[in-house]
Nanobody, 123 residues
Framework: QVQLAESGGGLVQPGESLRLSCAAD????????IGWFRQAPGKRREGVGC????????YYNDYVRGRFTISRDNAKKTVYLQMNSLKPEDTAVYYC????????????????WGQGTQVTVSS
């Protein structure tokens, strides 16, 4: 099964940075594209971006493009979300999930959702 765990969230002020991690335990992370998602209070979960299984392709939604960067280290079975220039509207619980992600197709996430990690951006 696809089992992932998110970490790295916290409370920061606007303009600061955080790096989130998405770690795999007992499955081949390198076989999967990985997406990042977030859910703000009172809102539905939305996609942030994704990275292909090899790391050669990334996709970002408009509201984070230029500020967030997704990368992966398959040897460490970890995918990262580097978040710079954080804004209050980035406040949400952030999740990762396996997802088809390549130059021709970005699919829906699959597997079970984890607990996520809370990111709060406030002065």
């Amino acid at each position: 099964q696809v089992q992932l765990a998110e970490s790295g969230g916290g409370l920061v002020q606007p303009g600061e940075s955080l790096r989130l991690s998405c770690a795999a335990d007992e499955f081949a992370l390198e076989d999967y594209g990985i997406g990042w998602f977030r859910q703000a209070p009172g809102k539905r979960r939305e996609g942030v971006g994704c990275i292909s299984n090899s790391g050669g392709f990334t996709y970002y939604n408009d509201y984070v493009r230029g500020r967030f960067t997704i990368s992966r280290d398959n040897a460490k079975k970890t995918v990262y979300l580097q978040m710079n220039s954080l804004k209050p509207e980035d406040t949400a619980v952030y999740y990762c999930a396996a997802q088809e992600c390549d130059r021709t197709y970005v699919g829906q996430p699959f597997g079970s959702w984890g607990q996520g990690t809370q990111v709060t951006v406030s002065s």
